[in-house]
């Protein structure tokens, strides 16, 4: 069935450091992409999606790229800060118009 | 903003019990889910109501059962708790419609000993 395979953590950085995410996917036909992100002690959030080849989503620094040649959509940001530190989960939208979700990476950046 | 509200963070119960998780959702959404959350396991979806008495199985049902009887309120329930059912449980819910964003409640952490 449709499904996402997201890197595994932990990844612990710097502030201001680069962070790379990567995520693939299986799926028949190109299905809608999402990264949502979960701080401490929180629910999910919607972080950016894109429904699209080439499509590119971004918010609050963040973009990822739906690259169907590589079936992928890895997340990034240039400069991360402490208040980035959270659990990543990666998800597409399967043909039953349900989400799968990744096993979720936790990022730690440190001062 | 949306506010989807679990009644409890913290839940400890014992093997056998029946156990019930409500969530209510404050913004008329039509579509409610319930999820659990484990290490290594990400979330995995366990039932979803469409609508009012409207309810699916997701793809881990087995040993729950939810209550959709009015539209702000999803109810899940361990029929009779086990202990492979400690777990992080998650409610969300969104606006009808494939490209809606769902969102998420803050999440019960159940214990069963």
């Known amino acids: 069935g449709d499904s996402v395979t997201q890197m595994e953590g932990p990844v612990t950085l710097s502030e201001e450091a680069f962070l790379t995410i990567n995520c693939t996917y299986t799926?028949?036909?190109?299905?809608?992409l999402f990264w949502y992100v979960q701080y401490p002690g929180e629910g999910l959030q919607l972080l950016l999606k894109a429904t699209k080849a080439d499509d590119k989503g971004s918010n609050k620094g963040f973009e990822a790229t739906y690259r169907k040649e590589t079936t992928s959509f890895h997340l990034e940001k240039g400069s991360v800060q402490v208040s980035d530190s959270a659990v990543y989960f990666c998800?597409?939208?399967?043909?039953?118009?349900?989400?799968?979700f990744g096993a979720g990476t936790t990022v730690t950046v440190r001062a | 903003d949306v506010k989807v509200t679990q009644s409890s963070r913290y839940l400890v119960k014992r093997t056998g019990e029946k156990v019930f998780l409500e969530c209510v959702q404050d913004?008329?959404?039509?579509?409610m889910f319930w999820y659990r959350q484990d290490p290594g396991l990400g979330l995995r979806l366990i039932y979803f109501?469409?609508?009012?008495?409207?309810?699916e199985k997701g793809d881990i049902p087995e040993g729950y059962s939810v209550s959709r009887e009015k539209k702000e309120r999803f109810s899940l329930i361990l029929e009779s708790a086990s202990t492979n059912q400690t777990s992080m449980y998650l409610c969300?819910?969104?606006?009808?419609?494939?490209?809606?964003?769902?969102?998420f409640g803050d999440g019960t952490r159940l214990s069963i000993l």
């Open positions: 998800a597409l939208r399967r043909s039953d118009y349900k989400l799968s």
């Open positions: 913004m008329d959404h039509e579509n």
């Open positions: 969300a819910s969104r606006l009808q419609g494939e490209n809606q964003p769902q969102h």
């Open positions: 109501s469409y609508d009012v008495k409207m309810k």
């Open positions: 799926a028949t036909g190109y299905p809608s």
